[in-house]
């Protein structure tokens, strides 16, 4: 097989994060096959929810103005105890947005993929095949081996790496043998979206509610525009496939609406899973998305983790393409993808699982003790909890030796005013690859060998609403150097510091030149 014919990344499944994958390795120019058993998008939505971060990465791809149609902000979510009572509040961070987009988000799935697909049929070296199958996956030294079926037709695929986002029952990773670790979560609930006319519309919540009633605790989440989504435990000796009949359905939805409310978009019963990947690497091939973790929903980050990952991935993939780093280095910066992630969904879904261990309590004396435990510890005044208050920070991988409370976090993306006086994002500006953000006042000291270096000094491109400036405050330092993922890998007190960060960043890369 000739050199043209290799791809430099296999991708099997696209859904939203095998889409997410294509577009941030295609349009850094890799030659890109994904393969997909599904002829299009599902018709109907599963992920309902998206952060920032995400929005972030949709910005990367230039598919925000597609997508945003289809993206409301989340409303506050209200947890009620076993006696109705509010008992926890769950928001979002006040303005100014840190990431320069509203925080939390809910959005409709279907059409949001559509545009990311349009986005990638945009590349030229992007191959999609739908209504194929992977059938068969070997590997060597040199790249990665995919059988390819379709109409009782096989053929090869080689690539030099390969991404499996072919979801909970990955053919990928039941192939390689890599088994789920239970972090013990394992519980069955009906979901349930309803398209809700103006009558029904005027029965329901203006905000989201958890009701953590121990006799059937229940999610009403508000969705865009006219759509709401209602998650209802399954309680024991209840026969889920009955329970999933439009019949049951609307008779656990009397509560809020009547059929004649409200069209049934779709129901189904799941099982709520807490699972991750023993492994996240095997050779050449890399888990990413619900073939490396599960996570129950009450946060909504399924899909925000999934595009973590790859977002993680595609960088480091990146500069072992390019030949950026090598050898050893590269070996190394790619093993720090599953260290990086699967400690942070293990960590997430640690705090997830807390969240519904709130909702879940079926016991009453319990659940009755939960409330007056919670309301106790705000002095009987419940408290906003913004949302973003849960995530972790990156604590292992591919960081700065220099521990801090920032490295291994998320740096804002202030919006900033450059010397022709536009107001732009910083990632407008500045790219996406590794950034030495300087603050006001600090002059960049000696140079760095890490490729496509960009320096951000806030001093020449003022940081409108102040986001950066209190961030540095806040961590007490002049200096962050941002990995292409916008994480930060760490952070320095003096100029001194900032330029020896530099130079230990391009150590563990191998890297040996400076490219402006």
Not at 65 to 74: K, N
Not at 116 to 143: F, I, K, S
Not at 312 to 322: R, T
Not at 382 to 392: A, E, G, K, M, Y
């Amino acid at each position: 097989m000739s050199t043209s014919d290799i791809y430099d990344v296999a991708i099997v499944g696209y859904g939203p994060v095998g889409q997410v994958a294509a577009g941030l390795l295609g349009q850094r120019g890799f030659k890109v096959y994904v393969c997909e058993r599904m002829p299009d998008v599902h018709q109907i939505p599963r992920a309902i929810s998206l952060d920032h971060e995400i929005m972030r990465v949709f910005q990367q791809l230039g598919v925000v103005e597609a997508v945003e149609p289809y993206i409301e902000p989340f409303t506050n979510s209200e947890y009620l105890g076993a006696d109705g009572q509010l008992i926890r509040r769950m928001t979002m961070v006040a303005p100014p947005y840190p990431q320069g987009y509203t925080p939390s988000m809910v959005f409709t799935q279907p059409p949001v993929e559509r545009a990311l697909r349009a986005r990638v049929a945009q590349l030229p070296n992007v191959t999609v095949d739908l209504g194929v199958e992977m059938v068969a996956l070997a590997q060597d030294p040199e790249g990665v081996m995919l059988q390819i079926g379709s109409g009782g037709q096989a053929r090869t695929v080689r690539a030099r790496y390969c991404m499996a986002c072919d979801g909970g029952s990955s053919g990928v990773r039941t192939q390689l043998g890599i088994e789920m670790q239970d972090l013990d979560f394992d519980e069955p609930w009906l979901v349930v979206d309803v398209l809700v006319n103006e009558r029904g519309l005027a029965k329901l919540p203006k905000v989201s509610v958890q009701y953590c009633e121990p006799q059937r605790p229940c999610t009403l989440v508000i969705g865009p525009k006219n759509h709401r989504r209602w998650e209802i435990s399954i309680l024991p000796g209840e026969d889920p496939a009955q329970v999933a009949t439009a019949e049951h359905t609307w008779q656990l939805l009397s509560r809020w609406l009547t059929p004649d409310d409200g069209q049934l978009w779709r129901q189904a019963s799941y099982r709520f899973h807490a699972l991750v990947a023993q492994q996240w690497r095997h050779g050449r091939v890399f888990l990413a998305g619900d073939a490396a973790h599960m996570q129950p929903p009450f946060l909504g980050q399924g899909m925000c983790q999934g595009v973590r990952d790859v977002a993680n991935l595609s960088w480091k993939l990146a500069a072992v393409l390019q030949g950026e780093v090598r050898g050893d280095a590269g070996e190394a910066l790619l093993d720090s993808y599953g260290t990086e992630r699967r400690a942070h969904v293990r960590e997430l879904t640690s705090r997830i699982k807390g969240v519904g261990v709130v909702i879940c309590e079926r016991d009453v004396a319990k659940a009755r003790a939960r409330d007056a435990r919670l309301l106790e510890e705000c002095a009987g005044q419940v408290q906003d909890t913004p949302r973003q208050d849960i995530l972790p920070r990156l604590e292992d991988g591919f960081l700065s030796g220099q521990a801090s409370a920032a490295r291994g976090g998320l740096f804002p993306q202030p919006w900033l005013t450059g010397a022709a006086g536009a107001r732009q994002r910083m990632d407008e500006l500045a790219g996406h690859g590794w950034r030495l953000v300087l603050a006001p006042g600090v002059e960049r000291a000696g140079d760095a060998s890490i490729p496509g270096l960009t320096v951000v000094a806030l001093g020449s491109a003022d940081d409108v609403e102040g986001v950066a400036a209190h961030w540095f405050q806040r961590h007490g330092c002049v200096a962050a150097l941002l990995r292409p993922d916008n994480y930060v890998y760490g952070v320095a007190g003096t100029a001194a510091e900032a330029a020896a960060l530099c130079e230990e960043a391009a150590a563990a890369l191998g890297a040996s030149a400076c490219i402006a």
